[in-house]
């Protein structure tokens, strides 16, 4: 069996001290934080709305429809209908255009995935990877976060992926996202995740997880070393992560100094990380081969590079060819971003920047940070078509996702595939809120405005169509049947019609979340699209 003591030692201790950071003692930080936080800087709801916003928040206060009748919306349903017929726009046609272009294994994309094989998807509920494995073969399940947001889940996650453990997923809300199942609460009471079950045995801290992975699947590429003196490095490498983690912590969530003493702090252990890659032979940490170290660096790596972007102006991660003072950073990142494992669990710098605060108690705003804020969220045009590359410059593009024309199908597949659910969840910013949870983007218990559906449904028919369109006749289409159907609304129903339609294709664009919806490059052909839309409404 292999020896795991030394390395375990080092993370046992390490699961102690930051388990609280993203719960229980960030809670009691939440007073002071939120008052210098994001939350004050830059608000996405009001991207593309300018000073219609506050009417928009009142119209959705006040009700569904107010000014407009049953037999009026009767009459709108109908003529959108006619508008949408003389496009030919439907939902089928919609799929079925979709199917010509998607390539072989994009056409097996749901069947692989109720079978649990093809490539990584975090829409998998089982993972058999291919049809060597069944279902019989399964020794682990995973309780992991809905949202795709806890950097603890992804280490597992990545784990499991790297390594190629067959496994289960069941989702669990993270505390400021919405409520947990009686029956995970009894399981684990103190309602915190990633839990893993594996042989019938439960495991309730992310590094437990990782080490009976390793210890119950050793021939399945093992990523802790076996070399004493690799372990000693490892060990090293485990306590300057540890030293990062808290440099970042203790300068996202406060406000630096005069003399910058926060900030010199970071960039110091950033550059012990930067020698430590430099002095490495290979790509990762350890070498050639990717480890139990990089998993452990990864998540945590990852959201440095956009919250200290978006809250502090500090940019660690650039686009290829740039210059940077990381070089070795920037190079682990791209060698990380060749693995199927990580690919499947990499966000985006919008989703982590929205995620961060609730999970933080906060998380505060720096002069000079605003561009950037305006740049992630989108309201300075970096969400309107046409897309510039790498968003100007901040965040590198996927490339490794495939190309454009790539991202907008997976977009259109994503929201095809559970059209109705998606209209319906979009009408809920034309609803009414529901319970108040920590993130600001989190709002399960919000009622949908059933009275917008056929409007917002036609919306997003345009939407799809645009999204695939090839030629500019198709385009033109495109723009005439959004143009009628807007000029039908504002006759017949005024603005509330034409706002709330705005808002509900908002809501939805600012809750496209990366990498649970989608991946980032068709998040932002969708999220530009519905701005195509927005605007064409305003």
């Known amino acids: 069996m292999m020896n795991f003591c030394s390395l375990a030692i080092v993370l046992v201790l390490r699961e102690v001290s930051t388990s609280t950071a993203f719960t229980t003692s960030s809670q009691n930080r939440s007073a002071r934080m939120f008052s ?9 709801f009001q991207s593309l709305f300018g000073n219609v916003a506050s009417k928009i928040s009142d119209l959705q206060q006040e009700g569904m429809m107010n000014t407009v009748s049953q037999n009026q919306l009767s009459q709108l349903t ?30 097996k994309f749901r069947s692989n995935l109720q079978k649990g094989y093809g490539a990584a998807s975090p829409l998998h509920k089982i993972r058999l990877f291919d049809e060597s494995n069944n279902e019989d073969d399964v020794r682990v399940t995973l309780y992991r976060d ?32 919405g409520d947990k199942p009686t029956s995970f609460l009894r399981m684990q009471p103190s309602g915190s995740i990633p839990v893993a079950i594996i042989d019938g045995v ?21 990523l802790v070393p076996t070399a004493a003196d690799v372990r000693m490095r490892a060990q090293s490498l485990l306590r300057l992560e540890r030293q990062i983690f808290s440099s970042w912590m203790y300068w996202l969530t406060s406000r ?40 452990m660096f990864a ?17 660690i991660r650039v686009a290829n060819g740039e210059k940077t003072d990381f070089p070795a950073v920037n190079r682990w990142f791209d060698s990380m971003e060749t693995l199927e494992s990580y690919q499947l669990t990499k966000s985006d710098y919008y989703t982590h920047c929205w995620d961060l605060p609730p999970q933080l108690g906060g998380c505060v705003s720096e002069d000079g940070s605003t561009q950037f804020q305006d740049s992630i969220n989108g309201m300075n045009g970096s969400w309107d078509l046409p897309l510039a590359a790498d968003n100007n410059g901040l965040e590198p593009d996927w490339s490794w996702a495939g190309d454009e024309a790539a991202a907008k199908r997976e977009a259109v597949e994503r929201v095809t595939a559970n059209f109705e659910a998606i209209v319906s969840f979009a009408s809920r910013g034309a609803g009414k809120s529901g319970r108040s949870y920590g993130a600001p983007l989190a709002d399960p218990n919000a009622v949908s405005n059933e009275s917008i559906q056929p409007f917002v449904d036609a919306a997003m028919m345009v939407v799809c169509n645009k999204i695939l369109s090839e030629t500019d006749a198709e385009n033109a289409a495109c723009d005439k049947a959004m143009t009628e ?54």
């Not at 496009?87 to 994009?106: F, H, V």
Request: proline share 4%; net charge neutral.
């Open 78 to 107: 109908s003529q959108t209908q006619t508008i949408l017929a003389a496009e030919n726009m439907n939902l089928n046609l919609i799929r079925s255009s979709l199917e010509t272009k998607q390539t072989a294994e994009e056409r």
């Open 299 to 315: 998540p945590f790596l990852e959201r440095m590079c956009a919250s200290l972007l978006y809250f502090k102006g500090f940019q």
């Open 256 to 295: 630096d100094t005069p003399d910058g003493r926060m900030r010199e702090g970071f960039i110091s252990t950033l550059i012990e990380v930067e020698n430590a890659l430099t002095a490495t032979s290979g790509g990762f940490f350890l070498g050639e081969q990717v480890s139990i170290v990089d998993a």
């Open 202 to 222: 439960t495991y309730n801290q992310s590094n437990d997880i990782m080490y009976a992975l390793e210890e119950k699947f050793p021939d399945s590429n093992p």
């Open 146 to 177: 809905s949202a795709s947001w806890c950097p603890y889940c992804q280490k597992v996650w990545m784990t499991l992926e790297e390594k190629r453990i067959p496994y289960k997923i069941e989702k669990i809300n993270m505390r400021c996202y």
């Open 485 to 538: 159907l807007v000029s039908v609304w504002k006759k017949e129903g005024g603005n509330e019609v034409i706002d709330k339609v705005a808002m509900s294709l908002s809501y939805l664009r600012d809750r496209v979340g990366v990498p649970r919806d989608m991946r980032l490059p068709a998040a932002r052909q969708l999220r530009a699209h519905l701005n195509w839309a927005i605007t064409t409404l305003q």
């Open 36 to 44: 210098t936080s994001l939350f004050e800087s830059a608000n996405p």
